[in-house]
């Protein structure tokens, strides 16, 4: 036969897990707004039901329910909808990077403008025009010096600067690997955490929105993959255990973080390799648009080295062209031309160092050699070199010079193909960032929609959990005045 207090225990039952409940949503009002969390829920389970399978049972119809208990509070989280949201993010770290990298560049060149190198370049062709029409005017002669300099600051200007940023790439490269090394060892510390938890029978969902936190970060950086690892004890079948984290380079899966241990990840720059658990991979091996990382060294080892190379190529054939033409003229001194830019014997860094030998207005060489002092041919002949056209790296007319580095057109054209080719790859590390954040976002949004506490949903859920929690205090006092009847209105009869 069935206890008579029976309803008294599920009724009790009943309270203490709507109150659970009501305590989960509780949690997950308070965290409304805290970066990461996980919206809770409990798990409600019926207890076993009476009278148990046995030979010994009371012959009752049926089984009788007990009650209900709270089994376990889990988070609410899709993993699959992790993974992707942590390969987009990877690929935004990389276009966000790479695209601050070239527009960086780009207030650098600051083209087209009236600040840039092309003006100053032009401003210094027209210079020469003026001369060639007022050759022994010292005014006129001075411009073409004054502009001369200003050519040759700009260039290193622009070297100087590019340079800098380079430098600075090398710094935020070196603080990248850091604070990578640093979430690695943020991630193991976590898994420490959780292997103390999961064999009691809990789910420590604070530390598992944690280590999400610390994966999303660190998903930016560089491309991880995870592997789920378990506890054993007593650990729930939804523990989610402890995470090994890979980094993909070079197509191989190299450790990061093996449960509570984490490895560094260190970067050569003289040997321009990182190394991972013992084994040495090249920068590239991270892959393009594999994260922040991926873009810096992008950054460093390419579009900024390259940028300076084009500007020493430029810089270099301009000053060796322009002072060819001027040795071929004769000054107000009749005496013959002498080189008007001094860029040394080797291109590599000649943005760097370009600059105005002369120093007095009777220096420069208007005069073709022979003629009069005031006549300007030589001056016009300066003022052409921009449009030689250079072929197979000779250029018309200098073939003296031997072979250019620039290979083909002419000098002007040479420089707004650099600029096009840097608003180019601008444009598609922009445009890339832009799509990448927009999929970001949406799937962002199907994350949250899943994961992130609605508001109106818990006040819900409080209302329910609220009168479930009233009804079962009712059944008490239910349960109570049957037992009174039982207990004080019963074997009364010939009293």
Known sequence: MRSTFMGLET???????????????????????????????????????YPSASLNRPHIPGQLGTGVQDGSIQRIRDSFIDGQYRGENNK????????????????????????????????FWQSLQDLTTNAENEGARRVVIQRGHSVAETFQYLHSSLTTIKNDLKKEMDLSVTKINALAQDLAA?????????????????????R???????????????ESIQYGG???????????????????????????NAQQLKWDDAKENLSLNGKSFSHTSLGEGKGTLSALFRSYEVEYPEMLDQLDQYAFTFAKAFNEVHKNGQDLNDDPGKDFFDVGTSYEGAAGRISVLLKE???VAA????????????????????????????????????????KSGTLQSFYEGIIGEMAVKGQQANRLEY?????????????????????????SNLIQFQHAYSASARMISVVDEMLDKIINGMGTVGR
């Open 11 to 49: 009724a009790k039952r009943g309270m203490y897990t709507q109150q659970s409940a009501i305590y989960v949503t509780g949690n997950n009002i308070a965290n409304k707004n805290t970066l990461g969390y996980s919206r809770q829920r409990v798990n409600f389970e019926s207890t076993t039901p």
């Open 92 to 123: 935004l770290g990389y276009y966000e990077s790479l695209a601050g990298s070239l527009k960086q560049m780009e207030e650098i060149m600051n083209e087209p403008s009236d600040n840039g190198l092309s003006k100053a370049m032009a401003q």
């Open 190 to 210: 976590v898994n420490s955490q959780i292997s103390e938890v999961e064999p009691h029978g809990y789910l420590p969902n604070e530390l598992y929105d944690e």
């Open 212 to 226: 999400d936190r610390i994966l999303d970060e660190l998903s930016k950086m560089v491309p991880i993959e995870t």
């Open 234 to 260: 007593n650990s729930l079948p939804m523990a989610e255990g402890g995470k090994n984290v890979y980094i993909t380079l070079g197509g191989e899966k190299v450790l990061l973080v093996q449960d509570k």
């Open 361 to 363: 207005p009777s220096e």
């Open 367 to 406: 005069a073709l050699q022979g003629m009069e002092s005031g006549n300007g041919d030589n001056a016009q002949a300066l003022a052409d070199v921009k449009d030689l056209v250079i072929k197979d790296g000779i250029m018309e007319g200098l073939e003296s010079l031997g072979t250019l580095q620039i």
């Open 435 to 459: 799509n990448t954040t927009v999929l970001l976002d949406s799937i962002g949004k199907t994350r949250s929609s899943i994961s992130e506490v609605s508001l109106d949903e818990e006040f």
